[in-house]
């Protein structure tokens, strides 16, 4: 080969080197930028006249006298959609029983669409679920319904090769002719004096617990859950994995035992998180009855099996980056061993054990496999302190996985899954960021 | 360590020590010593008793059903009655995003291990690790959400036109490159320069039209293709590659840097550019090291669960053709997750314990890959350190 080509080769190895990282950069903002763009969105939105209104009956929030009139000038608007409906209705009599059955089928859909759009019209029954009680709290949401309202979308399976494609027709073509053809552009004018839209700072969506399956509310009984389960993870794993980590750096001896117990520590590290939901099954509830069924300690113990490797591994590392010269100079003062370890060797490598402890608390809470059999519940509200022996709990990883794969409605309620991953997102972050800085140092300061 | 020889003068009692009394800080010492003992015994105690408690509710599937059944059929009715327990097709599923997870996050992986420990200043470095580390903090089941309601819907949508601007940016930097070198190889040997110049420059041309040829074919081609699924394991092997490559990334960065100085300057004074010193001398020398980070890497792939219950699809049957990445495919992590529920009313049953069964399967190979890259990082430090 020659010198320039060989030049060229060697220029391209580092390009690609170089952007292999700005690869992996690039897919943590491609992750990460959607979650935080879409989860900013679940407590910072416009919101309608409806959201408050929700607050108002379902959380008590609110000035009841402003609601009261912002709902009076609402409905002055509302009113003549209202009369529109009942022309249509007396409209609907007098027709031929042919016209009259095809306009009843289109209309039922119009209506269908108004009650997404405005929440019960008059004349409804008193609906049973929360959700149907109120129109659309998110005017982005009231835009893509009154889209609904205006169109009546189709298929067009003509092509039998490729997949089918939407369309859409007019409503108002449809009802062309009779008094009904009044309320789309009625409704398309007026929709803002309808919902009164207006900027809304949300902040209930981390304090309050959720109405109807998340559909309103917040998230509050999951976080608390998640952080139910990460601390008590941490309580159990802790402590036992310093004091692991102690009698590997300091008292164990090489042979078999010790590379045995070696071993096993890195078996359990590569252990899949799902065999430890299994073993958590099998072993805590099954077995030893820790509890009925799911509950939080059965989680948090089986949470702290899986992060036991990680502290011991941590902490073992923070033990042996003490420098020599403190043990030394303990022991040449005439403490013992086990004093030395106490006193000097473990508060000089507790900032390092705390990172370890840290990153893994971040992992307990993110982690979602472990949990699913014994202490995830999806739906159900924040428990007390003294029930966690008891009662399962719901936590942030588990419901982002139901609500956005197993819930009735997953794509109705996005937002506030979206609000959960940020949540569950920012607290994995955070911690592991404070791990970060900390050890930053930690190092600047070992290196004096 | 406090002895007999204690000065007249600060006779305290502090200071005295009895045989009662060392007796007592012995008993207080081997105590101590095997409380510590008992506590990093409890972690083999664990592992031991995972084995132990997935191996008792795995073996009566075997027990009631048999070998066979489990590992070559592809019929998966484990409701129906009599159920139907042929894995052979999740077993599959769980290879086929592992095998393709791991082709997108080793060779990255291992360039960008090389760059951080070779190629890249230390204050560039600084800022590089923490980015590798949070995407290794980022909760599986966040990847799992980008999967389903970002990336599918994007496949779906978008698909051929996607996959043909993978292509074209993934492939058209390494073809110009190829085409350079072997312009180059070919004409190496021809002494007379002046033909040499003309050969070279013909072959660049003609390889190049072909490989411009090439790609838009292949561009086209794959524009051409409609995704029926945006669920399905191409979706799951890029997310996992993001997942694995931490690992890969840190582990592998470690066992380049375990390479000695001296063999990187020894091949910089040979005249190696820094290209040819990292692939012919840094990379054997730490290949057993890289090798170890590729296992625990795919092995975190193999064991993710909400990634693939989320995004996979979730159809239990081999793709047609086999290797048809597009799609929706099923895994062993996916269906242990998924049918536990409804299996957990009916303990006892073949439906229960087939997926012990999975775990079982699972724990086995992660076990095995562990032993082994354990071994082999050993081997690689005693072999580095004894020479």
Redesign the interface.
Known sequence: ??IG??????R??????????V???L??MI??V??VYNGIGAVFFTGTVEHRKMLHAEFRRGDSQYLSSEVASSNRYRAKVYDMLTGFEAELETMAPEKKAEYQAKYSQVRTALQALLGPLPGDPEPMLTRFKYGQTRWEKAEEKLHDLLYESKWDNTNPN??GKEYFVSRAIGFEGTSLARLFPYVKDNLENMLLPEFTFYWGFITDSSVDSHFFGGIWPEIQGTFFLAIGAMLFAFP?GV??A???TE??KPGFLNS??R?????????????????G???FI??MKVSESKSVIAGALTLA?MI??TI?RAAEEAILAVPKTYREAS?SL???K?NTIATVILPAALPGILTGGV?SL??A?????PI??TAAVSVGSAIGLADVFSSPTPAL??N??NL??EHEAATQI?HV?YGM?LA??TI??L??LSA?VLRARISKKLKG | MADESVGERNRSNAFVVTARKRTLQKVAKTAGEGMLFSVAFFVAVIVLFIFYFVARDAIPFFQIRGFSEFFTSTNWYPADEPGEFGALAIIYGSLMVTLGSAMIAVPMGVAAAICLSDILPFSIRQYAKPVIEMLAAIPSVAFGFFALVVLAPLMQDHGGPMLMWGWWILVSPFLLLSVIVIADLLTANIKDEKRRQQRHWMLLIALGLFSIFLLFKVGSVLNGIQILTGTNALNVSIILSFMALPTIVSVSEDALQAVGRDIREGSYALGATRAETIIKTILPAASSGILAAVILGIMRALGETMVVWMASGNSSHIPEPWFNYLEAIRTLTATIAGDMGEADQVTGSARFHVLFAMGLLLLIISFISNLVSERIVVRQRKILSGQ
């Open positions: 080969m020659n080509t060989r030049k060229i080769l060697d391209s190895f580092t390009a690609v080197g170089i952007g292999s990282i690869v992996m950069a897919a943590l992750v990460v959607p979650i490729v997949m036992l004091v692991a102690v009698y590997f008292y164990a045995m117990l071993s096993a520590n890195s078996t359990l590290a590569g252990v899949p998180s799902i065999v430890f939901g299994m073993f099954l099998a072993f099954n077995t099996i036991l490797p011991i022991l005439g403490s013992t086990w990153i971040g992992r809470a993110g982690e979602t496999a699913i059999f990883s588990w982002i996985y956005a794969s996005r899954q991953v569950l997102v994995v972050l911690l592991n970060i």
